[in-house]
């Protein structure tokens, strides 16, 4: 499993990987293993082919996966966003949904100091 800190690289690594475009993917690279498993999934389902996968984002800390597959895709997507409130989005390691202001994320520990040390190297 690669980890890029670019969507990009990882959108195309996983499109030739899977054979499905995913023309909306603007996540964190921690959250790979969670797209990989969704995308699993619906290779197990059979539903792979007829995927359309519209968008992959973070929304309000959580990994939100919009497409157009069946119910039980719909039922894993919602799981894998649950999921990823314990999954640190930028390292893939064990992490903690987080609020600061009106920013939600889920980091880790080391993340998280790393998130603030560089906002006050902005300041």
Same mark, same amino acid.
């Not at 792979?48 to 968008?55: A, S, T």
């Not at 939600?104 to 006050?120: G, K, M, V, W």
């Given at each position: 499993?690669?980890? !890029?800190?670019? +969507?990009?690289?990882?959108r195309e690594?996983?499109?030739?990987?899977y054979?499905? !475009?995913? +023309?909306?993917? !603007?996540?964190? +690279?921690?959250?790979?293993?969670?797209?990989?498993?969704?995308?699993?999934?619906?290779?197990? @389902?059979?539903?792979?082919?007829g995927? /359309?996968?519209?968008? =992959?984002?973070?929304?309000?800390?959580?990994?939100? =996966?919009?497409h157009?597959?069946s119910?039980?895709?719909?039922?894993?997507?919602? /799981?894998? @966003?649950?999921?990823?409130?314990?999954?640190?989005? @930028?390292?893939?390691?064990?992490?903690?949904?987080?609020?600061?202001?009106?920013?939600?994320r889920?980091?880790c520990? !080391?993340?998280?100091?790393?998130?603030l040390?560089?906002?006050?190297?902005r300041?």
């Amino acid at each position: 499993m690669s980890v !890029s800190d670019d +969507p990009k690289q990882l959108r195309e690594e996983l499109q030739r990987e899977y054979g499905v !475009s995913l +023309p909306g993917l !603007s996540c964190y +690279p921690g959250w790979e293993r969670l797209l990989r498993q969704f995308l699993d999934e619906a290779k197990a @389902a059979g539903e792979l082919d007829g995927l /359309k996968v519209l968008q =992959i984002k973070e929304k309000l800390g959580e990994l939100r =996966i919009y497409h157009n597959g069946s119910r039980y895709l719909q039922h894993v997507s919602r /799981k894998l @966003a649950d999921l990823s409130t314990e999954v640190c989005e @930028a390292c893939g390691g064990e992490g903690e949904f987080r609020t600061d202001g009106g920013l939600y994320r889920t980091l880790c520990q !080391s993340c998280e100091d790393e998130r603030l040390r560089e906002a006050r190297n902005r300041t």
